[in-house]
């Protein structure tokens, strides 16, 4: 009860002391009632004297009178209470456009208004779900910049997402269904801050997009109720794209799509990951698995098998050799020429992986010896490369083809090995102590035979 009069009085008192403003500002005085902030008077905002009866008194610089702010001010007067919200804001490319004088770039006004009454005396609560920054209606008020195509040209930027959204299924959740806690702007690109994909601070940055996207997608409840697992973003984790990302690897955007955000169809597996690994995706499709068919259980299409049935989707694991039992055994039985194959190249693999890892040993004993050997480097790269050479062969199922590269590399190998061997002596027994310590002891037994001699002649 306390309460309520003080906040009954507090307003009463905005209402006496606005009352001089809204005598010639009277049209301002319905949106501000019906706003986020009843509760705030002109001179919260504006400055000035609200008490004084001239305007020219009410509007006066010593009052630091500000009339009709600039984008920039009126940042900096919604800082005055929304400091945490500002600082963000700051920082994003949002601010970066209006300091180059950019009509799209966007200050509180631009987003927090209705398009239909976009003043900043008609700041809507986010928490009304009729607020343009709602969860239900953000991406709409993003759009009214990020849709057009030459502002979204000045910036670099495409001006797709809005309609990519809307077709996908984090799309549908929150603009058709209507659900609450469905993936919107805010919940990638964060509300205020919004930093480009290319900055290693914002959250859709390639190497922070897992953690971005597990934020819901690791949440067992929520994936539950949309008949997802939540361990996926986990097994990504552990791959080797998320080893590597820093080095170009894919992370979640480069194979969903960063709005569209769709699951690729297993007839589309090949293609996708064939964009960077041209090889394997090309020997695949030739091979006897790219001219099978397997029909997948719960969509029940029919497609050519693809890479995730041997390394899995997310995990994207390498299989280890031999791998011919865990991975080829899985379809083919014991006693097949397939599995026969397989065992084949499998074992091809994890010698040839071998043989290189002994050399890569060697030529590291040659280089702390001492010595310069650019040649064996290169023949060594080279070497390397017959690895991702098998490797890509393993998808076409050539046992041939892959016995051919491994005699190749076993030609050049053993011509390197032999060089190295070289630069490296091993280390024999010194033969030559022995007779060392026979001379001296005889030096010794020597000299103490003169010195005796010596000694009795005296």
Known sequence: MIRHAFLF????????????????????QAPVENSAHPMLSCTDCHNGDSSAAEMEASHAEAKKFIGNPKPLQLAQM????HQKATDAWKRSPHLDGMQKGDPAGASCASCHTRAAAPSSHSIVDCGDENAP???????????RCHSDPKA?????????ALALYEKSKHGHNVLEEKEEDGASCVDCHLPHEALRSSDPASETHVTRQSATCGRCHGEEKRMKAHGLSH????KFDGSPHARTLKDGSPSCAACHGPHLARVPGFDEMGTLCGRCHEGPARELASGPHGKATWTDPQSGVAAPLNCE??????????????????TCGKCHEAGTKALEAGNLISDISAKTREDVRELHQLLDKVQKRGHDFGEGCEALAALDGSIHE?????????AENCRRVRESFQREAKALKSQ?????????PLGWLPVMWAFLFAGVALMWAKSRKKSVEI
Do not use: I, W, Y
């Not at 979204?152 to 797709?160: K, P, Y």
């Not at 190295?420 to 024999?428: C, D, H, Q, S």
């Open 133 to 143: 920054t709602s969860r239900l209606r953000v991406a709409e008020t993003c759009a």
């Open 309 to 326: 049935h041997c390394h899995g989707a997310h995990g994207a694991r390498r299989p280890e050799a031999p791998f011919a039992a865990k």
């Open 420 to 428: 190295l061997v070289e630069l490296t002596p091993e280390k024999r």
């Open 390 to 398: 098998l490797g890509a062969l393993a998808h076409g199922v050539s």
């Open 231 to 234: 361990g996926l973003v986990a």
């Open 78 to 81: 919604c800082g005055d209470c």
């Open 9 to 28: 009085v507090a307003l009463a008192a905005t209402a006496s002391a606005q009352n001089t403003c809204v005598e010639c500002h009277d049209a301002q």
């Open 152 to 160: 979204m040209a000045r910036s670099g930027l495409r001006a797709d």
